[in-house]
């Protein structure tokens, strides 16, 4: 077995029973087509289903270029690939989503931009096929994205992706914890390129991700990458602050010079609830940010293998 193939491939696995099966298929043939030494990295991300058992029995059937990580409990997509990232042994590399939204038969696409002398690859989908609201969401964010940070890309949401590995090492040097992986191989990138690639339903099952998860992501892309709504956030309140104050030298003058106090309760509540909704937002985000802080300085094992399947 090579102990440095050229390739290595990427697949974090969240219950997935039912597409591995026909990943092993397709992804296999087009690999062993490459005419380059490789490597398979998954990892269990705590799935609950049958994804451990068929992981292994693809491990005994290609024990010379599979490996395994195998997490103790779920801990999401990002730190999946980041657990693999700290393990591979290839020069490029290839990360894939495991229910076959991202074709293997595209990863040669991604290869030849690699060897074209481009460090980042990503692929933006074509014709993507996901539901309405999610196209839209992606979007949404995209603008939010690239008008809050300096990070320019099509399709921040596809994970199929190519790498050298200097990329990596400095993805896993950074130690990240909330993290896209995409956006954080973008910063570390001199000569990124982009690449139109298929994208297919999933093959079976639903997506992993729920309304909840899918916002604290984004939340994890904007806020990990930028002070942007923080500095917006206190711009905001200062313009609001010197709105009030203006407002309170208004309703003084009416009530000092024309005697009329009127208007003042209502406005007053009026100018309390906003302020105060505004302070609400801004302690929230605020939060965001401790929150990080504190699993930074908290230093905890971000994820715990409970068992690798590699030959050594
Ligand atoms: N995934 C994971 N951990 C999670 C959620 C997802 O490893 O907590 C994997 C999942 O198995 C798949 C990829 O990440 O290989 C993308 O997930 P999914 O298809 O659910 O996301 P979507 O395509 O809907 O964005
Ligand atoms: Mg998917």
Redesign the pocket.
């Known amino acids: 077995m090579p102990t440095t193939p050229v390739l290595s491939i990427v697949?974090?696995?969240?219950?997935?029973e039912s597409?591995l099966p026909v990943l092993f298929q397709r992804l296999y043939p087009v690999l062993d087509g490459l005419g380059r030494s490789y490597e398979v990295i998954f990892?269990?991300?705590?799935?609950a289903d049958r994804?451990l058992e068929l992981l292994r029995a693809q491990f005994n059937a290609r024990p010379d270029v599979t490996r395994v990580v195998d997490f103790n409990a779920?801990?999401?997509?990002?730190?999946?690939?980041m657990a693999a990232f700290e393990r591979v042994r290839g020069e490029v590399v290839v990360t894939?989503?495991?229910?076959l939204?991202n074709p293997p038969e595209e990863i040669p696409k991604l290869l030849t931009q690699v060897e074209a002398g481009h460090d980042y690859v990503g692929g933006f989908r074509l014709n993507r096929q996901?539901s309405v609201f999610?196209t839209l969401a992606s979007k949404l964010i995209n603008v939010v994205r690239s008008r809050t940070t300096s990070i320019e890309m099509t399709d921040q949401?596809c994970?199929l992706r190519a790498y050298r590995r200097p990329i990596i090492d400095a993805i896993v040097r950074s130690g990240a914890i909330n993290t896209f992986i995409p956006a954080l191989a973008y910063s570390f990138s001199g000569n990124p390129a982009e690449v139109g690639v298929k994208h297919e339903e999933?093959h079976a099952?639903?997506?992993?991700?729920s309304f909840y998860?899918?916002i604290r992501l984004n939340f994890d892309l904007i806020t990990g990458f930028s002070l942007a709504p923080l500095q917006i956030f206190t711009m905001f309140a200062m313009a609001c602050s010197a709105g009030s104050f203006l407002l309170v030298l208004v309703l003084a003058y009416y009530r000092l010079f024309l005697n009329d106090d009127t208007k003042g309760v209502f406005t007053l509540f009026g100018i309390l609830f906003f302020l105060i909704s505004v302070t609400m937002v801004g302690i929230g985000l605020i939060g965001e940010y401790v929150g990080r802080t504190y699993q930074v300085v908290r230093a905890r094992q971000r994820y715990h293998v409970r068992e690798m399947l590699e030959t050594k």
């Not at 099952?205 to 991700?209: I, Q």
């Open positions: 697949i974090p696995v969240y219950n997935e597409n990892t269990n991300d705590g799935s994804s779920n801990y999401g997509q990002h730190m999946a690939i894939l989503d495991a229910d939204q996901d999610r949401g994970m999933r099952g639903v997506s992993n991700y998860q899918l």
